[in-house]
């Protein structure tokens, strides 16, 4: 029932049954041998199938939310025995933003798989809003990211690092020829933001608002490192973290200072696991050290 339960989300999630197979690491055809089995044990289909497109019946999205919470518990249960030795073993589900990924966590995971050796790291590296739902839904245990700019009754935070944002442009655009750059010669412009759904776009965006400038034509991607490279090369100016600064030039704005908060979150309502627990300590643990430096 768990496989079978587990294909039907993913099916779901996808709205594909290639690429759940292509995630689930399974061929076509056993994907939707569980989908049928499923559908036999509950005796109603779960999709329509029409010109290639795959949705839920209505009997799949009253199954849908269930099924998650089944898991849920499954998982929840599975853990809770194997939390009974009092030791940091099973599996954790890590939500971890890409850039936290490249740039401030390699080091901690690494220390964190030699130090508890029984535990396997299941890691999803997405947007830091695709993780936040992940952590609302029970997907996850943990997501390390880019906290939100609100917070949710359901969701526990904790900061770990500031992350300072500078505006950059590339070294030969007319910007970087500027002492004492002002908003307004932003404006004049093209910008290219990180995408307007993110924490990071929308803290650009309120910036501007807040003083009733508009921005020029912005372009948009959620990858920072694109946006790092678009900049480089002279499409726009941007603004990023001081890890992506590299070879661009830094615009001196001395009376304006605009940062992230980064760190990392998880459901009140879910008890966590040992191996949780213990990497949430190792995340705390640099964060007092950071404090110390």
């Known amino acids: 029932m768990e496989q079978n339960l587990k294909a039907f989300i993913t099916v779901a999630e996808c709205g594909s049954f290639s690429e759940a197979a292509d995630q689930l690491y399974l061929t076509q055809s056993a994907i939707s041998k569980r989908i049928a089995q499923l559908e036999q044990q509950i005796g109603k289909k779960l999709f329509d199938r029409i010109a290639r497109q795959v949705s839920l019946t209505e009997a799949g999205s009253e199954l849908l939310p269930r099924a998650r919470r089944i898991l849920n518990e499954y998982d929840s249960a599975l853990q809770a025995i194997n939390d009974l030795s009092g030791d940091a073993s099973g599996t954790l589900r890590l939500a971890i933003s890409h850039h936290l990924g490249l740039h401030r966590l390699p080091p901690v995971l690494k220390q964190y798989s030699q130090q508890y050796p029984n535990v396997t790291l299941d890691i999803e590296f997405m947007d830091s809003e695709k993780a936040y739902e992940q952590i609302l839904h029970g997907d996850s245990e943990v997501a390390v990211i880019t906290l939100a700019l609100e917070s949710h009754h359901n969701i526990n ?80 100016w941007s603004v990023l973290p001081e890890t992506l600064v590299r070879d661009l030039h830094v615009m001196p704005f001395e009376q304006i200072s605009i940062e992230r908060e980064l760190g990392y979150i998880h459901h009140m309502k879910r008890s966590l696991s040992n191996a949780a627990v213990a990497f949430l300590e190792m995340l705390q643990k640099q964060a007092k050290s950071i404090g110390r430096d």
């Open 157 to 236: 935070s904790k900061k770990i690092w500031n992350d300072p944002l500078r505006f950059i442009c590339a070294c030969d655009h007319p910007l970087a020829e500027l002492q004492r750059p002002a908003l307004t010669n932003l404006a004049e412009y093209p910008i290219i933001l990180p995408g307007l759904n993110t924490y990071t776009g929308r803290i650009i965006q309120n910036l501007f608002q807040q003083q009733g400038i508009p921005l020029k034509a912005p372009m948009s991607t959620n990858y920072l490192e694109t946006i790092s490279t678009m900049v480089e090369i002279g499409l726009g």
